[in-house]
DNA sequence: TTTAGGG
DNA sequence: CCCTAAA
């Protein structure tokens, strides 16, 4: 970029023009039109809760009322606060301030990263094995036109340890069975989970995107009696079955297609298979990457090993942990008895463990909604009393439901509610959190129609399995910020029990990057996502023990994760521009988290090199990953502006930008839409890194001063000003 | 291809 | 950043 002196433009004291600009163009109502479409488009939502099955008490747990309960979401879970009111400019840019609004929030859409791990995970012929590897998890599909509600039962399982339910609504279920799940181009990323936490009646915005819907509670008090309360609840805790057993096993990707070819042959006896192409899960990411990432491990038997040995570490840490917080929270509420009545019960059993492990993986994904008991009353009928309500039974209708935005609105999407995961606290000054269920984001899969219903459970158990596996990382939002000093406490922060919490949100970032998939036993060893728990339920200043963890920018996969979140949380650092500088950072932050696995890729690429490039092509309609801009090209920028104006991006990008090949003019003009909003807001509610006020106020002079030419010039078109010192 | 705006 | 209607 090209750095340059700052114009003065021969004028002081610009009064920025009150009156808007031109009017908008009528393509907005396109869009709108097309953006409903677009929901509709909404790939296979899945909703699913994951408990530790070892929390699960179902017989304890009340049934949920199937719910609808309406009120969810139908607002923005984020406040919006008037960011303009004081500044003058506000009048001017009408559009501009909607659109920065909307960046505020941004991180409700975009904060999904991708989660995915591209897997393939074949199944073997032999369905034992892969129970094995997936016996924690269990996964249903309900779709109400396919699958029947029963639920598959790992012979190895029993019904109450099942871990998670995964539901696709019923709308988007139907697409996904038949066949267009991979058209859905604009819905995209289902990166990131983010949860959040709603007081009372607020909703979130909507999100295309957002495909996690985590509810959480913050419950003031009283909850805490409820020892019936079962956390994790069971509700959702469908177990997984394997109906046909053995039956067909299904290759499974991330990211990839798996193919078929060998499934057919396995199961010859299944005639529905024939002629199917694939069963195709696949994790969508951003980036480009999203495919490379395949999982590694065509096999089953890798993909087993490696989550084993992740597992028993996970078993380890998680071992500790529950101890440490049994220990530390005796008076308790429920989630810590819950907590570790589990543990002890349970804990001793391997394969129960595991099943923890995942559970506790996931936990927090969304939090909806922070209430009192005593007001509850508005959203969720069954919500409202916290002990109650988790019918296995209904889970999964509860379950049922569509993460796209439309939908989600809906009322009656509550179905995940039935859902509970808390993590209260004991009562004195203690928060209540309570998480009631979250939403996987996107996850692809493709299957032929002509599949039986256990295939697709399958398909999608291991999807999610997958995502689960590749670690997650927590983050919190609070009031549509990040939080990022874990060092204060709940209270310094604002998240207090009595505090009305406008919008306490916390987000799972998947740790992995597209080569995580192989890296299970080291994400397993991720701190935070082992973690997550223990914060949840209690452990507010275990701040220390999540260390920040470093964003790796400029890479694909990672990058994505990055990405989705990063409206949400802000990198700690803005990348580089450069992609060498950008690599070479990415290896010294994160070289241990992401110690890649060459030789995974490699067999994952060998398995289906193929089909992933022509999946990408279609599922990808984003692509670009997110590239902050650094101070000094935003002063590039401010000063290209300063002499070209504002309608001139081309003029800009080549003359401040022509050597920075992945900024484009729409990039730059883009860039200038958020730095003139950036300036209108208050500098607390300026996020990433921050620019110079000096800057900014460059900024709000220029883009005030180019605006009143384009102004003039509509009037008065003859009139060429003077001022223009361009070129 | 660029612009301009909405998402 | 993405996606696109318009120009």
Redesign the pocket.
């Known amino acids: 970029m090209v750095a340059q002196n700052r114009i003065n433009y021969g004028f002081n004291g610009y009064q920025v023009p009150k009156k808007p ?8 109502r ?3 039109q ?2 409903v479409e ?1 929901d509709r488009m909404c790939a296979i939502d899945l909703l699913a809760t994951v408990a530790a099955g070892t929390l699960l008490q179902e017989k304890q747990n009340p049934i949920i009322p199937s719910d609808g309960s309406p009120k969810k979401d139908q607002h923005g879970f984020v406040k919006e606060e008037d960011e303009d009111a004081n500044t003058p400019f506000k009048a001017e840019l ?3 301030a ?2 920065d609004k ?2 505020q929030h941004g991180f409700v859409k ?1 904060a999904c990263a991708d989660a995915n791990k591209p897997l393939k995970a074949e199944l073997s012929d032999d369905g034992s094995s892969e129970k094995k590897c997936f016996s924690t998890l269990s996964s249903q599909v309900y779709d109400p036109n396919f699958c029947s509600k029963e639920n598959l039962h790992h012979p190895e399982i029993d019904g109450q340890s099942c871990i998670a339910s995964i539901v696709t609504s019923s709308s988007c279920s139907e697409r996904f069975v038949t066949d267009n799940m991979v058209d859905r ?2 819905h ?1 990323e289902m990166k990131n989970i983010t949860s959040k936490v709603e007081l009372g009646s607020s909703g979130y915005p909507d999100c ?1 995107d957002c495909n996690l819907d985590v509810h959480v509670s913050i419950v003031k008090d009283e909850v805490q009696n409820s020892e019936k309360v079962p956390i994790g609840t069971s509700v959702g805790m469908c177990c997984f079955e394997d109906p046909v057993d053995e039956k067909p096993q299904v290759p499974v990707n991330l990211g990839g297609n798996a193919k078929l070819s060998g499934y057919e042959d396995s199961t010859p006896h299944n005639s529905l298979f024939k002629g199917c192409d694939n069963v195709t899960v696949v994790g969508r990411d ?2 480009e990457n999203f495919s490379g990432c395949s999982h590694p491990s065509s096999k089953t038997k890798t993909f087993r090993s490696k989550t084993c040995i992740g597992d028993q570490r996970i078993r380890k840490r998680l071992a500790s942990k529950y101890r440490k917080v049994a220990r530390e929270s005796k008076h308790d509420t429920l989630s810590n008895n819950v907590v570790d009545r589990n543990f002890n019960t349970v804990y001793s059993n391997r394969k129960n463990s595991y099943k923890r492990q995942l559970s506790q993986m996931n936990i927090p994904f969304k939090k909806r909604k922070i209430f009192d008991c005593s007001s509850t009353s508005n959203s969720n009928g069954y919500i409202r009393n916290d002990n109650t309500y988790y019918s296995t039974k209904n889970d999964m209708n509860q379950g049922v439901s569509c993460s796209s935005a439309r939908i989600r609105k809906d009322p009656g999407m509550s179905s995940l509610e039935g859902y509970h995961r808390s993590a209260l606290r004991s009562r004195d000054s203690h928060v209540k959190l309570r998480i009631k269920s979250f939403r996987v984001p996107e996850l692809f899969i493709e299957i032929p129609e002509t599949a039986t219903v256990a295939s697709l459970k399958i398909a999608v158990m291991e999807a999610v399995t997958t995502l689960l596996r590749g670690g997650l990382r927590v983050g919190m939002i609070l009031n549509g910020k990040k939080l990022r000093d874990d060092s204060k406490t709940l209270l310094q922060t604002g998240i207090s029990h009595d505090n009305a919490l406008d919008a306490l949100g916390f987000t799972l970032e998947p740790n992995s990057s597209q080569s995580l998939p192989l890296t299970c036993a080291k994400d397993s060893l991720h701190v935070p996502s082992a973690d997550m728990p223990l914060s949840l339920i209690g452990q507010p200043s275990s701040p220390a023990v999540v260390r920040p963890i470093q964003r790796i920018q400029g890479f694909c996969d990672t990058e994505h994760q990055v ?1 989705s979140l990063s409206n949400i949380v802000e990198s700690e650092h803005d990348s580089a521009p450069s992609p060498i500088s950008t690599i070479g950072e990415k290896r010294l932050t994160d070289s241990k988290e992401l110690v890649t696995i060459p030789e995974m890729d490699t067999e994952g690429l060998a398995v289906l090199p193929v089909e992933q490039k022509p999946k990408r092509t279609e599922m ?10 650094s101070v000094a090209e935003v002063e590039a920028l401010v000063e290209a502006v300063e002499r070209l104006g ?8 080549l003359r401040a930008f022509d050597d920075a090949k ?6 730059l ?3 200038w ?2 730095l003139v909003h950036t300036a209108r807001i208050s500098p607390q509610q300026r996020r990433g890194e921050p620019v110079p006020q000096e800057l900014l106020d460059r900024v709000l002079t220029a883009h005030a001063y180019w605006s009143q030419q ?1 102004q003039t010039k509509q009037h008065q078109l003859k009139h060429h000003p003077e001022t223009c010192l361009l070129l």
Do not use: M
């Open positions: 600009r031109a009017a908008r163009s009528p393509r907005k396109d869009t709108l097309r953006s677009n009408p559009n501009e909607s659109c909307r960046l975009e181009k604009s995209s295309n951003d980036d990405t990808s309609q984003r692509r670009r990953i997110r590239r902050p801009f504002t309608g001139r991006w081309r003029d800009v990008k992945h900024r484009t003019y729409v990039d003009k883009d860039k839409k958020t384009q």
